[in-house]
């Protein structure tokens, strides 16, 4: 218990630390482009596919469980509206994103401790956490547009499953999507979103920054980031599905 309080404590510590002495724009500019290629721009493959397939296998489903004919089929594309904006876009693809991204920052944070790069950029008096995890936080401030995009194409993928599959007819999903359609809801899932991003940025970085061993280690350090990323993400969900949609 005290380990673990002393580990969120050293995670606040480095969030502070983050925004102490900022490395020259210049040489920060450079470092957020190319953690936007490597963290969002590279994501955006396995997003798409997930998005679009996962939108399928909730229309599927909808449209296999509704035996009672009094139900409309539109409901088929209102419950997979629903459950893609609300959760399987932000939430889901969150969790695989600490998979993808997590293990890439935390492996290769770690590898420059092992490497002692990180030691160096010390003693040239560089803020080490400023110049390597500050890029990551403002290329992940871009990960809403992520989502956005899982959004569309998990709708996509429930409307060519449903109309293709024999489920249901394009104008009556077209219909299901504008039924009952409440915008405070793209707010809440835009907002978690945010948050998730900035968890996705920091808790593989501190995982990253703090390990201490060798290569082995920078392994194991990547499987535990990604397994506390996950945890955070799922009970920051909870939290805040209970604060804005109750």
Known sequence: MIKALNQIGRYFLM?????????KWKVMKTLIFK???????GSMGIVAFISFFIGGVVAIQTALNLTNPLIPKSLIAFATRQSVILEFAPTFISIIMAGRA?????????????TEQIDALEVMGVNAVNYLIFPKIIAFSLYPFVIAIAMFLGILGGMVAGVYGG???????????????????IFYAFFKTF???FILATIPS??????KGGALEVGKASTT????TS????????????????
């Open 206 to 211: 501190f995982h990253g920054f703090y390990m």
């Open 35 to 41: 953690e936007i290629d490597d963290l969002i721009i």
């Open 167 to 185: 489920f249901i007819g394009q104008a009556e999903f077209l219909q299901g999507i504008q039924t009952d359609f409440i915008p405070y809801h």
């Open 225 to 228: 980031s990604f397994v506390w």
């Open 102 to 114: 997590g293990s890439y920052i935390t492996s290769s944070i770690g590898t420059m401790r092992v």
């Open 15 to 23: 969030i502070g630390e983050v925004f102490y002495k900022p490395v």
């Open 195 to 197: 948050i998730f991003g």
């Open 231 to 246: 945890v955070v993400i799922i009970l920051l969900n909870y939290i805040i599905t209970q604060l804005l949609l109750s």
